[in-house]
């Protein structure tokens, strides 16, 4: 269930057909959300079902020590809260979690029946849970896209522009006329930073950033460190060609020094990953998962641990757990059931739609799950429920 941003599509519908995997190509954008539709459709009727991570749902399921996940509030704007505000002799407030949590990932609606209502799950372009269950919808440029959140309340994104609205020309990594500009938000929304890293002709992403530098994977070059002030860039680990036609580093996460990312080919079987070491590039470790990896892998706020959720087939469905591995032993901490995902209407019903760390130990995984009878196009805020697992 993947599908473009409704901010993007009007720059997708513009751009002509794409010719090679690169996160910069408008058609692409589309297109990729087409081939993985057709495949997860064809993979459910097979019954594997689709794989994706990130969709909505309802149904109680287990948190921590298997207890029913607190639903979400609805969404709230972000406001400062005075320590003045505390009442005497009140319980000290809950300390602010170590990561925060976006609602990230895939979505995506069908229309089952012809003349019939359109359903599915879709999440917004930078929506933040918070600590006390409310969700925080970021106001965000018009193109957003890979959204990091930094510990002092900024964010950290993508912007990409189509500079020739209504233009066709041949897409792909040397398409004309598009921009893809580094942006820092602060929090009220204001561009501290608006910096174009596109480099014609080549693919790349952002794989991370914290309050100095911003993370990106380039076809080519590695993982690079771009410095927010200056835009200066330094390769910290060269990979100089893709792995079975993806960009290195996929689905990598970058905390305390150290860069965890998904490596191998996608596999229902194993989940495979790399614990690195930003300066130098050496390997810490390989971790193994008995499962295919879902989004939403994170490292924990000293580096020790990983999170992992991952899926494997049961069935015609999916059932998701969410695995915490020592990144330096690969020793398992823990392995715990998130919930099952069935097909609908040829969708994954369920997945996770992020994580995030509350300390060194503890982590917060959101899940969704549509009804039984989906009947409209549900936002995530309106269907998730968070779980949390701890470390043993």
Same mark, same amino acid.
């Given at each position: 269930?993947?599908?473009?941003?409704?901010?993007?599509?009007?720059?997708?519908?513009?751009?002509?057909?794409?010719?090679?995997?690169?996160?910069?190509?408008?058609?692409?954008?589309?297109?990729?959300?087409?081939?993985?539709?057709?495949?997860?459709?064809?993979?459910?009727?097979?019954?594997?079902?689709?794989?994706?991570?990130?969709?909505?749902?309802?149904?109680?399921?287990?948190?921590?020590?298997?207890?029913?996940?607190?639903?979400?509030?609805?969404?709230?704007?972000?406001?400062?809260?005075? =320590? =003045? =505000?505390?009442?005497?002799?009140?319980?000290?407030?809950?300390?602010?979690?170590?990561?925060? $949590?976006?609602?990230?990932?895939?979505?995506?609606?069908? +229309?089952?029946?012809?003349?019939?209502?359109?359903?599915?799950?879709?999440?917004?372009?930078?929506?933040?849970?918070?600590?006390?269950?409310?969700?925080?919808?970021?106001?965000?440029?018009?193109?957003?896209?890979? @959204?990091?959140?930094?510990?002092?309340?900024?964010?950290?994104?993508?912007?990409?522009?189509?500079?020739?609205?209504?233009?066709?020309?041949?897409?792909?990594?040397?398409?004309?006329?598009?921009?893809?500009?580094?942006?820092?938000? =602060?929090?009220?929304?204001?561009?501290?930073?608006?910096?174009?890293?596109?480099?014609?002709?080549?693919?790349?992403?952002?794989?991370?950033?914290?309050?100095?530098?911003?993370?990106?994977?380039?076809?080519?070059?590695?993982?690079?460190?771009?410095?927010?002030?200056?835009?200066?860039?330094?390769?910290?680990?060269?990979?100089? @060609?893709?792995?079975?036609?993806?960009?290195?580093?996929?689905?990598?996460?970058?905390?305390?020094?150290?860069?965890?990312?998904?490596?191998?080919?996608?596999?229902?079987?194993?989940?495979?990953?790399?614990? +690195?070491?930003?300066?130098?590039?050496?390997?810490?470790?390989? $971790?193994?998962?008995?499962?295919?990896?879902?989004?939403?892998?994170?490292?924990?706020?000293?580096?020790?641990?990983?999170?992992?959720?991952?899926?494997?087939?049961?069935?015609?469905?999916?059932?998701?757990?969410?695995?915490? $591995?020592?990144?330096?032993?690969?020793?398992?901490?823990?392995?715990?059931?998130?919930?099952?995902?069935?097909? @609908?209407?040829?969708?994954?019903?369920?997945?996770?739609?992020?994580?995030?760390?509350?300390?060194?130990? @503890?982590? +917060?995984?959101?899940?969704?799950?549509?009804?039984?009878?989906?009947?409209?196009?549900?936002?995530?805020?309106?269907?998730?429920?968070?779980?949390?697992?701890?470390?043993?």
């Amino acid at each position: 269930m993947d599908v473009v941003p409704e901010d993007l599509a009007e720059l997708v519908h513009r751009a002509a057909r794409a010719t090679a995997p690169y996160l910069a190509d408008l058609a692409t954008l589309r297109r990729r959300a087409r081939v993985r539709r057709r495949r997860r459709t064809a993979t459910a009727v097979a019954g594997l079902v689709v794989l994706v991570a990130l969709t909505g749902g309802a149904v109680p399921l287990l948190v921590g020590g298997h207890r029913s996940g607190a639903p979400l509030a609805a969404p709230s704007p972000s406001l400062p809260v005075s =320590s =003045s =505000s505390t009442v005497p002799g009140s319980p000290p407030p809950t300390p602010a979690p170590a990561q925060r $949590l976006l609602l990230s990932g895939d979505g995506g609606t069908v +229309r089952p029946h012809r003349g019939g209502p359109e359903i599915g799950l879709l999440g917004g372009a930078a929506d933040e849970l918070r600590s006390d269950g409310s969700v925080v919808r970021h106001r965000v440029p018009a193109g957003w896209q890979e @959204t990091v959140a930094l510990p002092d309340g900024r964010l950290v994104g993508l912007k990409l522009t189509d500079l020739m609205p209504g233009v066709r020309r041949t897409d792909g990594p040397d398409v004309a006329g598009l921009s893809v500009k580094l942006m820092v938000l =602060s929090t009220d929304g204001r561009a501290e930073v608006s910096r174009e890293v596109r480099v014609r002709g080549q693919a790349f992403r952002l794989a991370g950033a914290d309050a100095r530098y911003a993370y990106l994977v380039r076809d080519g070059v590695g993982l690079v460190s771009h410095e927010l002030t200056t835009g200066r860039e330094k390769t910290l680990i060269r990979v100089p @060609t893709k792995v079975d036609g993806e960009l290195p580093f996929r689905e990598a996460d970058v905390t305390a020094g150290r860069v965890v990312s998904v490596t191998g080919p996608a596999d229902m079987t194993r989940c495979q990953l790399d614990v +690195r070491r930003l300066a130098g590039g050496s390997r810490l470790s390989r $971790l193994t998962v008995a499962g295919e990896c879902a989004p939403s892998v994170r490292l924990s706020p000293d580096g020790s641990l990983v999170a992992v959720p991952y899926r494997r087939p049961n069935g015609r469905n999916l059932d998701y757990r969410l695995a915490i $591995l020592d990144t330096a032993t690969g020793q398992l901490r823990a392995d715990q059931p998130l919930g099952t995902a069935s097909p @609908t209407y040829g969708m994954t019903g369920g997945g996770t739609w992020g994580a995030a760390w509350v300390d060194d130990t @503890t982590v +917060r995984v959101v899940w969704a799950q549509l009804p039984d009878e989906p009947r409209k196009v549900y936002s995530v805020a309106e269907l998730a429920r968070v779980l949390t697992v701890s470390a043993q």
